[in-house]
């Protein structure tokens, strides 16, 4: 018999994993007080003005509770993609709504599909909540296999297929017609997540349209083209059904009450939102021709981030490190086929000059190495 309490059987079968080292560990371990941060897709053109300053008046009332239900937020939301208040859940950013999914839908062992070396803090939350994961190989540029993933699915006959699209890291994006092959080709009790966390920066595509679908729930979240990641607010799109199971057992008062309040006044500046996305392309654009100029691949992306291709894993992490030295702070995908790239956040004009600095340093350093 053991002597001290034990967490659940489940629980300890889990490895410890931690689905990314954030950047103020890693500047404390090259012993930095700030990185240049070009490398968890946040967004280096901040939050609207209207956002700030609606946040900024309500600080002092962070005594009291937020509204539980969202309502202000939910009902502007259900406004902008056409449906229901009953709708909408919102939770603290689209990582928690993900749990909440796995929660919700999942039971121990129950088997799940995703895109080999996508979103990794999906893949965390199906392990960490005893599920089964299962994963099709994406193309040689990391994107997605839809014809792949359909198989697979009916193979494993999974409970929840997961889509992020565009995807993370690869910034590849699928096309409506084949998303909604996708979804409409599942086993019939099989759970559609398509999260569209990127769905601001797709600018030569087209997203599924809005609508709800009683098989689908789709993600949204104030952390990318918002440049609000540190408000945590995220939102799901769903079924009443799926809304109502959610309402049982979510954290009721889990939504900070400055970061809805902000969110709010951000979905009204949508100027601002299509002022960043325009930055965005014109980074993004900038990105590519300096991988061109100096002869080192990049993925085509519908993002906020480019990834360059370095050589093997091996070489791609040793850029990441030389980086970090430098203290530029980025991240490279995990998985094949794509792990011999590094991903690199669009940055503001300054931080993207000084990434050209740098990279160009570093692989100089590596090349020497090499040869
Ligand atoms: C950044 C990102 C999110 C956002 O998560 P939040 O918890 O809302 O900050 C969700 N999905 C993907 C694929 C992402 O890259």
């Given at each position: 018999?053991?002597?001290?309490?034990?967490?659940?059987?489940?629980?300890?079968?889990?490895?410890?994993?931690?689905?990314?080292?954030?950047?103020?560990?890693?500047?404390?371990?090259?012993?930095?007080?700030?990185?240049?941060?070009?490398?968890?897709?946040?967004?280096?053109?901040?939050?609207?003005?209207?956002?700030?300053?609606?946040?900024?008046?309500?600080?002092?009332?962070?005594?009291?509770?937020?509204?539980?239900?969202?309502?202000?937020l939910r009902?502007?939301l259900?406004?902008r993609h056409?449906c229901?208040?009953?709708n909408i859940v919102v939770g603290?950013g689209v990582?928690?709504l993900l749990?909440?999914?796995?929660?919700?839908?999942?039971?121990?062992?129950?088997?799940?599909?995703?895109?080999?070396?996508?979103?990794?803090?999906?893949?965390?939350?199906?392990?960490?909540?005893?599920?089964?994961?299962?994963?099709?190989?994406?193309?040689?540029?990391?994107?997605?296999?839809?014809?792949?993933?359909?198989?697979?699915?009916?193979?494993?006959?999974?409970?929840?297929?997961?889509?992020a699209n565009?995807?993370?890291?690869?910034?590849?994006?699928?096309?409506?017609?084949?998303?909604?092959?996708?979804?409409?080709?599942?086993?019939?009790?099989?759970?559609?997540v398509l999260d569209e966390a990127y769905s601001h920066?797709?600018?030569?595509?087209?997203l599924v349209?809005d609508?709800?679908?009683?098989?689908?729930i789709r993600l949204h979240t104030f952390s990318k083209a918002y440049?609000m990641?540190?408000?945590?607010i995220g939102y799901a799109l769903a079924?009443?059904?799926?809304?109502?199971?959610?309402?049982?057992?979510?954290?009721?008062?889990?939504?900070?009450?400055?970061?809805?309040?902000?969110a709010?006044?951000a979905l009204?500046?949508?100027?601002?939102v299509?002022?960043?996305?325009?930055?965005?392309?014109?980074?993004?654009?900038?990105?590519?021709?300096?991988?061109?100029?100096?002869?080192?691949?990049?993925?085509?992306?519908?993002?906020?981030?480019?990834?360059?291709?370095?050589?093997?894993?091996?070489?791609?992490?040793?850029?990441?490190?030389?980086?970090?030295?430098?203290?530029?702070?980025?991240?490279?995908?995990?998985?094949?086929?794509?792990?011999?790239?590094?991903?690199?956040?669009?940055?503001?004009?300054?931080?993207?000059?000084?990434?050209?600095?740098?990279?160009?340093?570093?692989?100089?350093?590596?090349?020497?190495?090499?040869?």
């Amino acid at each position: 018999m053991s002597l001290h309490p034990q967490p659940a059987a489940a629980i300890r079968a889990v490895p410890a994993t931690t689905p990314f080292v954030a950047p103020e560990e890693l500047a404390r371990r090259v012993g930095r007080t700030s990185l240049i941060r070009i490398g968890a897709n946040e967004s280096a053109f901040g939050p609207s003005p209207a956002a700030i300053a609606a946040m900024q008046a309500a600080v002092p009332l962070v005594s009291l509770y937020g509204d539980p239900e969202s309502l202000d937020l939910r009902t502007a939301l259900a406004a902008r993609h056409g449906c229901k208040i009953e709708n909408i859940v919102v939770g603290s950013g689209v990582d928690e709504l993900l749990g909440l999914i796995c929660r919700t839908y999942g039971a121990l062992g129950d088997p799940v599909l995703m895109s080999h070396g996508s979103y990794a803090t999906f893949a965390f939350q199906v392990v960490g909540h005893g599920l089964e994961l299962h994963t099709v190989p994406p193309f040689a540029d990391g994107a997605v296999d839809v014809e792949a993933m359909l198989a697979r699915a009916h193979e494993i006959q999974p409970k929840i297929v997961y889509l992020a699209n565009p995807d993370n890291p690869s910034g590849s994006f699928i096309e409506r017609d084949a998303v909604e092959r996708l979804r409409d080709g599942l086993p019939a009790d099989t759970l559609f997540v398509l999260d569209e966390a990127y769905s601001h920066f797709v600018t030569s595509g087209t997203l599924v349209p809005d609508g709800i679908d009683e098989r689908t729930i789709r993600l949204h979240t104030f952390s990318k083209a918002y440049g609000m990641a540190g408000a945590r607010i995220g939102y799901a799109l769903a079924s009443r059904e799926a809304i109502a199971t959610f309402q049982k057992i979510r954290n009721h008062f889990g939504v900070n009450r400055t970061g809805q309040i902000g969110a709010l006044a951000a979905l009204e500046d949508q100027s601002f939102v299509r002022n960043v996305v325009a930055e965005v392309a014109r980074g993004r654009d900038e990105y590519h021709a300096f991988g061109a100029r100096i002869g080192v691949r990049t993925l085509p992306s519908q993002t906020n981030f480019v990834c360059f291709e370095i050589g093997t894993r091996q070489a791609a992490e040793a850029m990441m490190h030389a980086l970090l030295e430098r203290g530029v702070f980025v991240r490279k995908p995990g998985e094949p086929p794509i792990n011999g790239y590094i991903r690199v956040t669009v940055g503001t004009p300054e931080e993207r000059a000084l990434f050209y600095e740098h990279f160009t340093a570093a692989l100089d350093g590596l090349r020497e190495r090499v040869s």
